[in-house]
T-cell receptor
Framework: LAKTTQPISMDSYEGQEVNITCSHN???????ITWYQQFPSQGPRFIIQ???TKVTNEVASLFIPADRKSSTLSLPRVSLSDTAVYYC???????????????FGDGTTLTVKP | DTGVSQDPRHKITKRGQNVTFRCDPI?????LYWYRQTLGQGPEFLTY????????KSRLLSDRFSAERPKGSFSTLEIQRTEQGDSAMYLC????????????FGPGTRLTVT
């Protein structure tokens, strides 16, 4: 399973755009990139998933360059409630092999200040 | 649908006792996963099921740990002869076939072994 590297922590202020970059140099052809958010004492929550280029939903955008060796989660206009740990995962989409066997790293702790 | 539920939310037990946790996944989800999370770390994969079949067990899952999903619906995770090192948050997640990397997590069971 591809290993991911993220910054340990980031600080931001309310209303700013936050970009968290994840490196995954050993990503395989079948791998998708998935981001989760976790608040203290809660399970992780799925945010967004992508394979290449750009994906956007109501919560975030995910930018993936052509070589797919990194990805950037973009959170527009963060608020205090976005303070959480954000995990980048690279997972096999092949249902017959490792699909769903996700390897979480230690994530990025985002602190949003007033 | 109320999402993934876990019971109990908290469990305090004495070293050497057996404990059992229950997870009820989202009803139409075929895959069910167990993770363990300690403070400051990301979730660690333990095992997962496709319907009632247990597909893989992590080496973290010693012979004191056993998981079942007898009818392909709810799952139980049992820890026998608990040790202080078993103290952690135990998370359950589920996903649909074809969307294995989009997992929905429960709130977790926090185990404290004294």
């Amino acid at each position: 399973l591809a290993k991911t590297t993220q910054p340990i922590s980031m600080d931001s202020y309310e209303g700013q755009e936050v970009n968290i970059t994840c490196s995954h140099n050993n990503i395989a052809t079948n791998d998708y990139i998935t981001w989760y958010q976790q608040f203290p004492s809660q399970g992780p929550r799925f945010i967004i998933q992508g394979y290449k280029t750009k994906v956007t939903n109501e919560v975030a955008s995910l930018f993936i360059p052509a070589d797919r060796k990194s990805s950037t989660l973009s959170l527009p206009r963060v608020s205090l409630s976005d303070t959480a740990v954000y995990y980048c995962l690279v997972g096999d989409s092949n249902v017959n092999t490792n699909a769903g066997k996700s390897t979480f790293g230690d994530g990025t702790t985002l602190t949003v200040k007033p | 649908d109320t999402g993934v539920s876990q019971d109990p939310r908290h469990k305090i037990t004495k070293r050497g006792q057996n404990v059992t946790f229950r997870c009820d996944p989202i009803s139409e989800h075929n895959r069910l996963y167990w993770y363990r999370q300690t403070l400051g770390q990301g979730p660690e994969f333990l095992t997962y099921f496709q319907n009632e079949a247990q597909l893989e067990k992590s080496r973290l899952l010693s012979d004191r740990f056993s998981a079942e999903r007898p009818k392909g619906s709810f799952s139980t995770l049992e820890i026998q002869r608990t040790e202080q090192g078993d103290s952690a948050m135990y998370l359950c997640a589920s996903s649909q076939t074809g969307l294995e990397n989009e997992q929905y997590f429960g709130p977790g069971t926090r185990l404290t072994v004294t």
